[in-house]
């Protein structure tokens, strides 16, 4: 883990970023209780699709699909290419089918979020930092069986060096600017979709700047 956590270096950047999507399964939603689930549905398909438009890699997982269930449609539709790996171990970081993917990648700044946080976000992120991965933890894109467990794991991975972080939070630090128009344009369908309100003021904005090129016109 670097012990870096202040100055522009302390921020995400998508090219050393690796995003871990862990089990959002039925089986886990079935005793989500920490958020409304179809919250965290939407935060995890946004963040997805905000990998996708910077082009992070992104490693999707399961646990005894079987039993728990496929990962859910609007994830696996971000990328209809890709098979979770399905792990029957409960720590992923222990599946050297995920690890070895990360760790040919050679990129430090791993993105998890899973459900549930107090089991499958916690014991990968503990496991990961302890081999000196900087770990930002979505905390809007994971959820526990309680309100209390979510609080009680944020707490204790932010102890052992997390970085909590929100989806619209990576959205923007991979961003960073926006001038940089090619990914800019694209996370506008992405806000569109995903943004709630944000959606909502920019679908307006939208509207206002089509009205008043149809004024000129």
Same mark, same amino acid.
């Given at each position: 883990? @670097? ?11 998508p090219?050393? @970023?690796? #995003?871990? #999507?862990?089990?959002? $399964?039925?089986f !886990?939603?079935a %005793?989500?209780?920490s958020?409304?689930?179809? =919250?965290? *549905?939407? %935060? ?14 992104? *490693? ?12 859910i449609?609007?994830? $696996?539709?971000?990328?209809?290419? !890709? ?7 409960? %720590?992923t ?6 690890t070895?993917?990360?760790?040919? @990648?050679?990129?430090? !700044?791993? *993105? ?12 990968p992120? *503990? ?12 905390t ?6 309680? &309100? ?8 204790? #991975?932010? !102890? ?14 991979? $961003? ?14 992405? #806000? =569109? ?15 206002? =700047?089509?009205?008043? &090129?149809?004024a000129?016109?």
């Amino acid at each position: 883990m @670097s012990d870096n956590k202040t100055g522009l270096k302390a921020l995400l950047r998508p090219e050393d @970023s690796i #995003l871990v #999507l862990i089990d959002h $399964q039925p089986f !886990q939603f079935a %005793n989500l209780n920490s958020h409304e689930p179809t =919250l965290i *549905i939407n %935060n995890v398909v946004g963040l997805a699709k905000t990998a996708k438009v910077f082009e992070v890699p992104t *490693i999707l997982t399961t646990v005894i699909e079987e039993r728990g269930g496929y990962l859910i449609k609007g994830l $696996q539709d971000v990328f209809p290419e !890709q098979k979770p790996i399905d792990r029957t171990f409960i %720590n992923t970081w222990e599946d050297p089918k995920v690890t070895e993917l990360v760790k040919k @990648s050679g990129r430090k !700044q791993l *993105i998890l979020a899973a459900l549930w946080t107090e089991v499958c976000l916690a014991m990968p992120t *503990i496991h990961a930092l302890g081999e000196g991965y900087d770990v930002f933890i979505v905390t809007d894109a994971s959820g526990g069986v309680s &309100a209390e467990s979510h609080d009680m794991a944020v707490r204790r #991975l932010v !102890q052992a060096g997390a970085v909590p972080i929100t989806w619209m939070a990576v959205l923007a630090e991979w $961003q960073r600017d926006w001038a940089r128009e090619k990914t800019a344009t694209a996370l506008s369908s992405v #806000l =569109l979709e995903h943004g709630g309100a944000t959606a909502v003021a920019f679908a307006w904005e939208m509207q206002l =700047l089509a009205k008043g &090129a149809s004024a000129k016109a």
